[in-house]
């Protein structure tokens, strides 16, 4: 066997200190959390007592859906046309009003306006009371999903680095508990569905966190809601999570959303051209073990393997 290059090593290496050194950069660029929205978010009533009257934001400005972009497990994202803008549409069926009314709720929290945080823009129920939809409105970017990005591109090691430092900024602010906003408190957030389905990049390749449909905030003295640990996407359930031995603690949930960052950087670095040589076809992590649609059972199997790892 061929040993591998030294710097697959050099590789492999850089990206484990990553994420800390992310962290400590996040204190030193916190402050410019508050950029300005281009509008600001539209009120939604937290009942459902039918068709609500128009929103004054969208109500009275036309909104185009232009071209399906993505579909998924609570809906599809359309791109759409707000006045001289595109944005982002994701249109919920009513029967995942609980996802659209937690995505909503996490977006308008104080503090959550930050560049690594898909920008929010409004929310409205469209229909009548027997055929409502209920779409959320947020920036549109062209490039998509870390996920596409990758599986049509590779990248230069200056660029991985890019995008895993933005990726970790997003998640590290995420996780703070930041008291004394202007607009409030703003709590500790665990996302609870890190992939690279949920990384939105820039034109700069600057990444953004998104979909925050299972998201769980921690408020001191206030229940965190739905804990139920076995929540997410099979491939990026931390081991603890596929054994059901999650203690619902903060912390446990924090820890839960690193690793599955961990398996995107993964990702990043098996697109990286920075090591000699070819770089392979993009995949999925542990899919060349267990394929593309795993079942917990299979995600158990792999993640209990003596040497449990992935190659770089």
């Known amino acids: 066997v061929t040993p591998k290059p030294p710097y697959y090593n050099i590789l492999l290496y850089s990206l484990v200190p990553l994420m800390l050194i992310a962290g400590i950069v996040i204190c030193a660029f916190w402050v410019y959390r508050h950029h300005k929205m281009a509008y600001p978010p539209v009120l939604v009533p937290t009942q459902d007592p039918g068709p609500p009257p128009p929103s004054p934001l969208l109500g009275l400005k036309p909104l185009q859906l232009l071209e399906v972009k993505a579909r998924g497990r609570f809906g599809c994202v359309w791109k759409a046309q707000l006045l001289n803008e595109y944005v982002a549409v994701k249109i919920f069926p009513i029967q995942d009003k609980q996802s659209w009314q937690n995505e909503y709720e996490v977006y308008s929290l104080p503090g959550m306006k930050h560049e690594n945080i898909l920008q929010f823009i409004g929310a409205e129920k ?25 599986k049509a ?14 990726m970790a900024r997003g998640l590290a602010y995420l996780h703070e508990d930041i008291p004394g906003l202007k607009d409030g408190h703003k709590p500790a957030i665990s996302h609870r569905d890190i992939k690279s389905k949920n990384v939105l990049l820039k034109n700069n390749l600057t990444a953004c966190i998104a979909d925050f ?39 446990a949930f924090l820890r839960i ?14 697109r990286c051209t920075a090591a000699d040589g070819p770089v392979d076809e993009y995949m999925l992590p542990f ?9 917990l059972e ?15």
């Open 287 to 295: 899919e060349e073990e267990i394929g593309q649609h795993p079942s």
């Open 213 to 251: 449909g299972l998201a769980l905030k921690f408020e001191a003295g206030k229940s965190a809601g739905d804990t139920h640990g076995q929540v997410g996407t099979r491939r990026y359930m931390a081991p603890e999570v596929l054994e059901g031995a999650i203690n619902f603690q903060r912390d």
């Open 153 to 166: 591109n590779v990248v230069s090691w200056n660029e991985l680095c890019h995008i895993a430092e933005t």
């Open 257 to 270: 959303d690193m690793y599955a960052m961990g398996l995107v950087l993964w990702e990043l670095a098996s």
């Open 126 to 150: 469209r229909g009548t009371s027997v055929d409502v939809d209920l779409w959320l409105i947020t920036a549109f970017h062209e490039k998509g999903s870390l996920s596409d990005f990758l």
């Open 298 to 312: 299979d995600m158990e199997w792999q993640c209990s393997k003596p040497g449990y790892q992935l190659d770089v």
